[in-house]
């Protein structure tokens, strides 16, 4: 690696692998969830099962940190010797941590910080950090290492399934994704995020189990568009561990040149915009 010393710091919505996490000494920005009764941090005092078990009760709100707390972290990090940051968030369409971020990193003196908005949520944000250390393992220079992560903004994709709609509805989150219609007819449908990192239905099929199928379909098409890939599931409650596990057999057996796979729970402050049965697919096309 060259000289430079460069940091990670990613949010707990990017649901970034926990090796990787600590093979690159990442610092996570942790999102809050809020209840009537008391503010929990996402993944730390809180957890999925947790969440899912008292959405029956109470659909909590989700916030970002406050600022003091995120530029502590950034003083941490140039306590640590680090002079550059690259630090990676979940849409700024679906979140305002991306924002955040850049405010608190312009009030930092001599630390130089590349934020990405990465469009992209849950997995398929935390597949940019997968890339970034790689890059950074790989002693690219730093222009370099920030040109590729823009430019691979297109190169990283999730498409998911949510059981029901209702709680994407809730909180405000539906962006795109037309429900009514949905609902009376059965139709369920896949979701990704735009260009513009906002939720959009990409198909739509009748029933749970085509509309899974179709998640698998387009999850296939958007990694065969590259030699390589990365591949990484996701799910949201107990019941829906069998049918992710069977997934992840079929991605593997379909997509024979995958370099890594990663197999994820969605962090409790997404869960709060899905519910339980969430079933996603990420893909990061890699270069040849």
Known sequence: MKNEKIAFLVDSGSDVPQ???EQGNMKVIPLKIIYKDGEYTDKV?????????????EIPKTSLPDGETIKNMLNEIKAEGYTKVIAITI???LSGTNNMVRLMAEEVEDLDVFVLDTKNVGIGSGLHAVQALSYVEAGMDWETIKQKLQDGIEKIKIHFYVDTLEYLQKGGRIGLVSSLVGNLLNLKPVISCNDDGIYYTVTKARGSKKGIQKTIDCSI?????AKKYDVA????GTETKKIIDTIAETMKEMLPNIRDFYYETLSPALGVHTGPGLIGIAISQLED
Do not use: H, M, T
């Open 19 to 21: 090796n990787v996490l």
């Open 45 to 57: 005092d809180i957890q999925p099962e947790e969440l899912y078990d008292r959405l029956k009760e």
């Open 91 to 93: 849409s700024s369409g």
């Open 221 to 225: 098409e958007f990694a065969n568009k």
């Open 233 to 236: 599931v996701c799910y949201a």
